[in-house]
Antibody
Framework: EVQLVESGGDLVQPGRSLRLSCTASGFTFGDSAMGWVRQAPGKGLEWVGFIRSKGYSGTADYAASVKGRFTISRDDSKSIAYLQMDSLKTEDSAVYYC??????????????WGQGSLVTVSS | QSVLTQPPSASGTPGQRVTISCSGSSSDIGSNTVNWYQQLPGTAPKLLIYSDNQRPSGVPDRFSGSKSGTSASLAISGLQSEDEADYYCAAWDANLKGVVFGGGTKLLVL
């Protein structure tokens, strides 16, 4: 059974940093791309970014709203994906979901989702 | 503002058939497949339809998806009270190298 468990969510002041972790199980993590999606309170889903598997370069791409501030990385030996969030803003407050991204002919879609981790940015 | 356009709400009575639309552009829906997610209150989204019209294992065949050009639709037949949820469409956008979402449609079962 595929499981994705996020951790690390917290209350943090604007301008500070926070790192979320996503621990995966039930599938071959190293062969999978991993994505992050966020949802502000009462709002819709927003793409944050994703990281490809090492077999497909292992590089990451980001939404314009977080590019340059957020970094996605992975540790295949531990089956963990990370979302490093720097220079946090109040508008980054959201539930952050870790997802598995399935590659189909060079494009991706998200199949499994974690339960989410709440990040609140406030002074 | 979301890239893909969905109606904010939809409703139906038990047993009815409802459809939810999703409109995009040539760079997203027009050139990539569409996926649909169901988000029950207080829970994480769940994949409902992938590759325009495919159901993951365990999703009832009451749910179906279709696509034409730059628009897609989710149909739910035999509506049940437990279908009351938010529904999101999504598609890959090659220009953005990321997934774009619709704003979500809140389905009410009257």
């Amino acid at each position: 059974e595929v499981q994705l468990v996020e951790s690390g969510g917290d209350l943090v002041q604007p301008g500070r940093s926070l790192r979320l972790s996503c621990t995966a199980s039930g599938f071959t993590f190293g062969d999978s791309a991993m994505g992050w999606v966020r949802q502000a309170p009462g709002k819709g889903l927003e793409w944050v970014g994703f990281i490809r598997s090492k077999g497909y370069s292992g590089t990451a791409d980001y939404a314009a709203s977080v590019k340059g501030r957020f970094t996605i990385s992975r540790d295949d030996s531990k089956s963990i994906a990370y979302l490093q969030m720097d220079s946090l803003k109040t508008e980054d407050s959201a539930v952050y979901y870790c997802t598995r991204a399935i590659r189909v002919r060079g494009k991706y879609y998200l199949d499994y989702w974690g339960q989410g981790s709440l990040v609140t940015v406030s002074s | 503002q979301s890239v893909l356009t969905q109606p904010p709400s939809a409703s139906g009575t038990p047993g009815q058939r409802v459809t939810i639309s999703c409109s995009g552009s040539s760079s997203d829906i027009g050139s990539n497949t569409v996926n649909w997610y169901q988000q029950l209150p207080g829970t994480a989204p769940k994949l409902l339809i992938y590759s325009d019209n495919q159901r993951p294992s365990g999703v009832p065949d009451r749910f179906s998806g279709s696509k034409s050009g730059t628009s897609a639709s989710l149909a739910i037949s035999g509506l049940q009270s437990e279908d009351e949820a938010d529904y999101y469409c999504a598609a890959w956008d090659a220009n953005l190298k990321g997934v774009v979402f619709g704003g979500g449609t809140k389905l009410l079962v009257l």
